[in-house]
């Protein structure tokens, strides 16, 4: 699909801070509210906009901390739907926040978030590894986040160390 | 006691203090202020420039340099002179890498003025450089421009302010504090009474990748300005370096060469390693400056129709990181609206008139600041205009 300038920009501004009230955006970009409205439209419908998730730091949260873990699963493709079939088995569990075709040593990358290492443990290998074309799992928990998504969680750099008033 | 006033000398004690000094003295003490009044990028300088000064420093690259810098980030420089405004300059005899921008302009006006002659300077413009011609012995002369030629000086008001003994004009585009973009023609008209009367033009080009509508032309790459002309740039705004205090400057040899006397003479080299991070920014930075300028360019847009919108009149500037809208409607000197704006509302903008005469009447605000920070500050802004009764009509953007 190929997008206008002024499209470009808009998910550009989104993909930083969907937040953004329209007016806001209209000033950015010199457009009317109506054509940002129109635009912004046109991408979802399209689905070159997915969703609007924010990011949240659950390990924050009291009670809410999770765990999550990144598997590499290695699959037998099947002839005709080659990984997708599989990969659709996969991401349909709401467990799976996360699941990509790669490149190299394994086959599938798949993100599991729970409540707990063994919500996590059980659901690997009661749900993933039984699933028949999975020929073998690897699980790696992750123990911290740096960065999400281009987002750094927790910098040193968010502070404002320039002076208050310079020529 | 001993009045130690005594000692100074008649230029020293002479020279008046910067304009913005007293502004910040007062802004620095408060709290919860929205500052408007930063001349330089919000943003931190990309990592990877950083990461390879780090690396320079741990591989022992802490001695002197060549006077003008390191070959390998003058050629860096040529390169990007080049390939960027089509401007030829040998790395080898010149160009200068100095202490910021500022070092430079010091080395032009130092090498080409002889006591009493005469830089005719733009305004309202960067608070030095009046101070810069008067230390290298020469005379400033201010030449006002007006909003309504969207502050560009023209031909006939340099003309006017001519006289035997002016030697240089000074141009800095896109221009601090109005953020005005001089484009081609605007640059011919100036060029031709360059030449037709034999001046030297010293432009200052350091805001020149913070342009947003218009391709950048170098004064340099007009014909019959090349050996007229000193080019001024750094990496303070593009790449966000402001801290490191590197500039350059190129020009024809001979200018060169009596630049470099002065500079081997008063500072030796530019430090070592930050050169280093310098010729990683001109390598490998191009993306994260264009990342840069879209972030600029849609704060502008925003703040010159919010400012308009609740009744500050400003023109839309091509380039730079300022707005300077009019105050005039409010009745206020700029000195009285910027202060009370910052006691009543703590936004902190800079007053036009420490930009020069012509600035009265102008506030400069910086948009070098996050949106939410900016929509803080409209907010603030509107409140305060609407605190003074001011008619607050909206007014037409002009594009």
Redesign the interface.
Known sequence: MKLTKEEL?IL??LEE?HR?STG?IA????LSEEKVEEIIKKLEENKVIVSYPAIIDWSKVEGQENVIAMIEVNVTPKRGVGFDEVAERIYRFPEVSSVYLMSGAFDLSVTVEGKSLKEVATFVSEKLSTIDSVVSTRTHFILKKYKHDGVIIEGK?NK?R?????? | MIDVNQFLSKTAAELPPSGIRKFFDVAAQMENVISLGVGEPDFITPWSIRDETIASIEEGYTSYTANPGLLELRQEISNYLKNRFNIEYDPKNQIIVTIGASQALDLAFRAILNPGEEVLIIEPAFVSYPALVTLAGGKPVQVGTKAENGFKVTPEQIEEALTPNTKAILICSPNNPTGTFLNKDDLTKIAEVAIKHNLVVITDEIYAELTYDEDYVSMASLPGMYERTITINGFSKAFAMTGWRLGYVAAPEALIQAMLKIHQYTTMCAPHMLQHGAIEALRNGKDQVEEMQRSYRRRRNYIVSSLNEIGLECHTPGGAFYVFPSIKNTGLTSQEFAEQLLKKERVAVVPGNAFGESGEGYIRCSYATSMEQLQEAIIRIDRFLKSLNVKQEQVAIEK
Do not use: F, G, H
């Open positions: 920009e550009y501004i801070n953004l806001v000033k950015q970009t010199q750099e404002d320039r002076m208050v008033v310079s020529p």
